[in-house]
């Protein structure tokens, strides 16, 4: 479970950076990928960093990620993890940062001896008052 918490953690240092290379080194060639921006789900190409690159630059530095309340079950060679993770950054433009918390399911498998990134799923909950708005002002209770 080290290795796979090096993975998640590592991944979260490298975006602070604005390694989109070193990044994707932690996912499979062609993984499933639903994230927060539309569409419903992003082509996932771990060979190409050119969509994480241009996401990377509509902020005015790399973001910072934060993992939290990280839960990892394997299985031999698959594993999920669970984790409330959040993203602090300044938009492009833009003097305020904003912090937004999020929900986060990765699957992982062994390949070849390393644990690698084959499925990641980020969500926001959003109010069910009729409004459907995202719930951005949540934060995490212990």
């Known amino acids: ?16 950076k604005g390694d989109a290379k070193a990044i994707l080194s932690y996912y499979t060639p062609s993984f499933v ?17 050119a969509a994480l690159e241009a996401w ?11 993992v939290t309340q990280l839960e990892i079950t394997t299985d031999g060679d698959v594993a999920f993890a669970t984790s409330l993770d959040c993203l602090t950054a300044v938009p492009r433009g833009s003097t305020e940062s904003f912090s937004l918390w999020f929900r986060v399911t990765l699957g992982l498998r062994r390949i070849d001896g390393r ?3 084959t ?24």
């Open 33 to 49: 990928e639903y994230t927060l921006a539309p569409p419903l789900r992003q082509p996932g190409d771990g060979r190409n960093p």
């Open 1 to 16: 479970m080290d290795e796979i918490r090096e993975v998640i953690e590592g991944k979260a240092a490298l975006l602070q």
């Open 119 to 142: 499925h990641e799923h980020e969500s926001v909950p959003f109010e069910m008052d009729g409004s459907f708005r995202a719930s951005i002002g949540l934060t995490p209770t212990n």
């Open 115 to 117: 644990w690698l990134v």
């Open 56 to 66: 990377i630059a509509t902020f005015e530095a790399p973001p910072r990620r934060e």
